[in-house]
């Protein structure tokens, strides 16, 4: 079911009130507006059923109202794996979903449940990527988007602002960054971090209920990957926002070309640029 907030309009609305209705000795009017009197309803709900506080029906508040979520959407060719879309937190100029191969978005749809259990966002700035782009300082020709297996959660969700961001970034390292998602005030674990502004290459201390966010990645077997050559002079070689799912791939062994295969035929990748690193070997000349 959709995502829904205070203002929102229409027969999902209609729906969300019709099932409150159910858990009230005093019913709601069915007009599909969520006003001031339906975000009362859900916070009460909310609190009822012990789960987030926030008055936002998301996948969590949807299932304690007895709505299990939808199927993920699969577009496959032939007898290969398919692309899943998956929604996400649309945040600022970032996308409302990404797309990820479907055996990869049940880990990254468990993942975004538990993100949203602790009242932390998932933003996004995509999965895939199409065959014709790529190359250059800031994109890998070898990247993971290419075969499902990555997702970037939107690029300007963190370093603006450590004080407002839902995602405060921290150096970890020389290369590394580590990700702490803003959480609801009764949620998360209460922290003061450093936070990295990139505009003035500077930290900012901030406090706040936080969860981190590299590691609910890891447990969903989502590994983070290092800076790349050109920060801070190119932003987008910051790569803080970039997780990408490393589970089954076996060092030494995989090939980006086997990836490739997964999804597409050889007829629809050999012209590509991607394909001319097909031989390339996890964690040999392939990261």
């Not at 029906?57 to 007898?79: D, K, M, Q």
């Not at 990700?179 to 971090?193: E, I, Q």
């Not at 502004?197 to 989502?222: N, R, Y």
């Not at 050109?230 to 060092?251: N, S």
């Amino acid at each position: 079911m959709k995502r829904l907030e205070q203002g929102d309009k229409g027969p999902e609305v209609e729906r969300l009130q019709l099932l409150l209705n159910g858990h009230r000795s005093q019913p709601l009017l069915v007009d599909g507006h969520f006003g001031a009197k339906t975000l009362a309803a859900v916070l009460e709900f909310q609190e009822g059923a012990d789960i987030l506080v926030d008055g936002i029906v998301g996948s969590v508040t949807w299932a304690a109202l007895g709505i299990a979520p939808e199927p993920v959407e699969v577009h496959r060719v032939g007898g290969r794996l398919g692309w899943a879309q998956i929604d996400c937190d649309k945040h600022g100029e970032g996308y409302d979903r990404t797309s990820l191969r479907e055996d990869v978005a049940k880990h990254f749809t468990a993942m975004r449940d538990e993100a949203h259990e602790e009242g932390a966002v998932v933003t996004s700035s995509g999965g895939k990527r199409v065959l014709s782009s790529g190359g250059g300082k800031a994109q890998s020709t070898k990247s993971l988007h290419y075969v499902g297996l990555a997702h970037d959660l939107f690029v300007y969700s963190g370093m603006v602002d450590p004080e407002t961001d839902p995602y405060v970034i921290v150096r970890d390292g020389t290369r590394h960054w580590r990700v702490f998602a803003r959480c609801a005030d009764d949620k998360g674990m209460p922290m003061t971090l450093d936070g990295c502004v990139h505009k003035t290459q500077k930290t900012k201390k901030v406090k706040g209920h936080f969860i981190d966010f590299t590691a609910l990645m890891e447990k969903h077997g989502f590994a983070r990957i290092g800076q790349r050559a050109g920060y801070p002079k190119i932003y987008g070689c910051a790569e803080w926002w970039h997780f990408q799912y490393t589970a089954h791939l076996v060092a030494g062994v995989t090939t980006f070309g086997s990836e490739l295969l997964k999804l597409y035929t050889i007829s629809q990748v050999k012209d590509s640029k991607p394909w001319q690193f097909r031989g390339a070997i996890w964690q040999q000349d392939w990261f």
